[in-house]
Nanobody, 121 residues
Framework: QVLLVESGGGLVQTGGSLRLSCAAS??????MGWFRQAPGKEREFVAA???????DYVDSAKGRFTISRDNAKNTVYLQMSSLKPEDTAVYYC?????????????????WGQGTQVTVSS
């Protein structure tokens, strides 16, 4: 059984930065993704990374967010900079046991509990 533990969310002003972490225990994985869900909206893809560092981002995150991983710690990070109020959401990490990065929620087998990110204007 894989357990994902997220941390790093919080309240930040527009233009600020946050770093989210997702630690996976129980087994290794091929790729990890970050998704977010704002009130009244569907959960959407933000970024993903494979075990060997291949990455993908939603267009709105390119140039502002950076996803990285520490394989020794089985942990993935999402560094978010130049945050905007529209980035406000609950952020979830999720893992794929096999395969490349994917933007599709159904490709991810296990999800974390979510961490709130609030960007004030």
């Amino acid at each position: 059984q894989v357990l994902l533990v997220e941390s790093g969310g919080g309240l930040v002003q527009t233009g600020g930065s946050l770093r989210l972490s997702c630690a996976a225990s129980g087994r290794t994985f091929s790729a990890m993704g970050w998704f977010r869900q704002a009130p009244g909206k569907e959960r959407e893809f933000v970024a993903a990374i494979t075990w060997n560092g291949r990455t993908d981002y939603v267009d709105s995150a390119k140039g502002r967010f950076t996803i990285s991983r520490d394989n020794a710690k089985n942990t993935v990070y999402l560094q978010m900079s130049s945050l905007k109020p529209e980035d406000t959401a609950v952020y979830y990490c999720a893992i794929r046991r096999a395969g490349d990065v994917s933007k599709h929620r159904n490709d991810y087998a296990t999800w974390g509990q979510g961490t709130q990110v609030t960007v004030s204007s």
